[in-house]
């Protein structure tokens, strides 16, 4: 027997970030946490004592769904704290999905939390032992997606101003979104002449440091009726795991996301072309440029040349990170959750300056380590149905 995730079974219901930016001092990840739990709530209109599934991840706390159920003061009776980095969020959608289905519970919050800018280096954890690698002195994480872009270079001929595109349409997404950390414009030329980090990555072409959370708040179709704002509902999601050292890499410039995009679109019945709006993690220009080509936007090779002419930015053809992704619009570590929040935000149709147009289906992509783990959902509104 072939048990399989039913398209449209589950919708999002609520969505909601923290505070962002620089928070403020004595927070921690889980206050944050809870404090977007409890806005996540109110956007939909239940109440705390619904939610019987929780799921929470940072890189902040060893047992976050613990700390956060008792900070919230419920007791769930399914937790899941799974961590894959910044598709932590995605494959958590599939997971409460899944429990939703199941019966085991009704009402499911995803939430993440950090406060990275606030402490510095002071909490972030150290990489794990790789003798394949530290005797290089690498620095991670720049370096690792470095080589991503070096090879896609030498083998495409995609360019550095071609990556400087991303991070301009990004910046241009940004000044559209009140929330967003970076307020002032951006060129190409501001990007090549930033910094060199890790080459060919310019400080410009690097994500976001700041504090932040977000919290999804996932219920059955049936249960999302009548709530306060139009569900997004869940089409298709999928995930895949291609490695974990960049090192083991087989290829670096193709990821699984080609395999986790797949599950999403057959579960979804749907493809590349029939997908209004894209968020895609971005924490270096290198990155959209790749799930792009392995989503099917734009074949392999092509992803340089794609993002030209501002095609991803507010006047281009193919709208990309509409809040500013997080190399404009916030970065805490784990981006993920965030490229959710503004799919399901877009499918309502409250994004004002930066509103798609008959916005019907919506794909976001996270990514976690170093081109590791993917995940992608695809979100629709009633009329997707």
Request: aromatic share 6%; with cysteine; proline share 6%.
């Amino acid at each position: 027997m072939t048990l399989a995730l039913q398209r449209g079974s589950v919708a999002i219901v609520g969505v909601a970030e923290s505070d962002l930016g620089k928070v403020m001092p004595g927070l921690g990840p889980i206050d944050l946490m809870a404090q977007a739990v409890v806005r996540a709530l109110d956007d939909c209109g239940l109440p705390l004592g619904e939610v019987d599934g929780l799921f929470a991840t940072t890189s902040q706390s060893r047992m976050p769904t613990l700390a956060l159920a008792e900070y919230l003061g419920i007791q769930p009776r399914y937790h899941d704290a799974t961590n894959m980095g910044g598709a932590s969020f995605m494959t958590m959608v599939g997971r409460a999905q899944a429990a939703i289905e199941a019966g085991l519970i009704q009402v499911a919050v995803i939430a993440y939390g950090s406060t990275q800018r606030s402490l510095g280096r002071a909490n972030v954890a150290a990489p794990d032992p790789n003798p394949h690698e530290a005797p290089f002195r690498p620095l991670y994480t720049a370096s690792s997606y470095a080589l991503a872009a070096s090879r896609h270079m030498h083998q495409y001929g995609t360019t550095r101003r071609q990556l400087a595109d991303i991070a301009v349409a990004a910046r241009q997404w940004a000044l559209l979104n009140p929330a967003a950390w970076e307020t002032k414009p951006l060129t190409v030329e501001d990007v090549l002449a930033s910094p060199m980090i890790s080459e060919p990555l310019t400080l410009r072409d690097c994500c976001l440091v700041t504090d932040g959370g977000g919290a999804l708040v996932l219920a059955s179709a049936e249960r999302a009726q009548g709530l306060r704002r139009p569900p997004a509902y869940v089409l298709g999601v999928g995930e895949a795991l291609g490695h974990y050292s960049i090192s083991a890499m087989p290829d670096l410039t193709a990821t699984a996301a080609v395999d986790s995009g797949a599950q999403a679109y057959r579960m979804a019945g749907l493809a590349a072309r029939d997908i209004d709006v894209l968020q895609l993690y971005d924490a270096f220009t290198i990155t959209p440029l790749l799930f792009l080509e392995d989503l099917g936007f734009c074949p392999k090779g092509e992803g340089g040349r794609y993002v030209e002419n501002g095609r991803i930015a507010p006047s281009g053809e193919q709208p990309v990170n509409t809040n500013g992704g997080g190399l404009s619009y916030c970065h805490p570590g784990m981006y993920g959750i965030f490229a959710l929040i503004e799919a399901v935000r877009q499918l309502r149709g409250e994004c004002g300056e930066r509103q798609i147009a008959n916005c019907h289906t919506a794909l976001a992509h996270g990514n976690g380590g170093t081109l590791s783990s993917q995940s992608t959902v695809i979100l629709g509104s009633a009329a997707a149905l």
